[in-house]
């Protein structure tokens, strides 16, 4: 299924990899690509449900991308990212195809928010579905944790938690990321957090089965078999 799979189009390195973790956390599939040749290389061979794509890019820029694309028929909405501010220029882009606009700097909540809105219009919401590990599943699209059917109550950081974490289950996520992820807490803030939500989902806390350690790289929940 390709409803959650975005395609990240700068030529900016550092970018990309800030909005593909940004994007992931929020359960999100990112691909990236740092130019119009390989983006469109990437769209041969993989249905994307969005593009995020930056209009200052060497070469062929993001709207002639968009122009070129539309010319043949790729139906795939796109958010332009742009440091332009200019009415004309946006008239422009939504002319050649663009579905919406996001000026730089922006708030990653804030493109999170705008991509949701195009899917919602677009008619592919995305649907993350649920996990399960032990006796528990977790609802990813209804933030609700469950013990054998029954609702489990979860603070705001551990929801916030347990949703970043399921939402890369299998992957390490780190402490550091954790910590700006969840509004800036600290990171021994982070330890407190995930020794509660231990407290709601292992049998014995201190010898943890499912929201694991792991060693250097943060910590991970793993998914049941």
């Not at 983006?39 to 969005?50: D, G, H, Q």
Request: net charge neutral; hydrophobic share 40%; glycine share 6%.
């Amino acid at each position: 299924m390709h409803q959650n799979r975005i395609l990240v189009v700068d030529d900016d390195r550092r970018l990309r990899q800030l909005l593909e973790e940004f994007l992931s956390s929020r359960g999100f599939r990112i691909c990236t690509a740092e130019n119009a040749m390989e983006a469109r290389r990437m769209l041969e061979e993989t249905n994307y449900a969005l593009m995020v794509v930056d209009v200052m890019m060497p070469g062929e820029n993001g709207l002639e991308l968009v122009e070129n694309l539309r010319k043949k028929h790729v139906a795939t909405p796109i958010l332009m990212l742009t440091a332009l501010g200019e009415v004309e220029d946006r008239i422009r882009g939504f002319q050649k195809g663009v579905d919406d606009y996001l000026s730089k700097p922006f708030e990653p909540e804030e493109l999170c928010a705008r991509i949701e809105a195009i899917l919602r219009r677009s008619g592919t919401p995305k649907q993350r579905g649920s996990i399960t590990f032990g006796a528990f599943s977790y609802d990813l699209d209804r933030a609700e944790l469950q013990k054998d059917g029954m609702p489990i109550s979860l603070s705001t950081n551990e929801q916030k938690l347990l949703d970043i974490l399921a939402a890369r289950v299998g992957t390490p996520v780190a402490r550091e990321e954790l910590s700006r992820l969840l509004n800036g807490i600290s990171e021994r803030s982070v330890d407190v957090q995930i020794t509660r939500l231990r407290r709601k989902i292992e049998d014995d806390p201190r010898a943890p089965r499912w929201l694991m350690t792991a060693r250097g790289a943060g910590y991970v929940l793993k998914r049941g078999e």
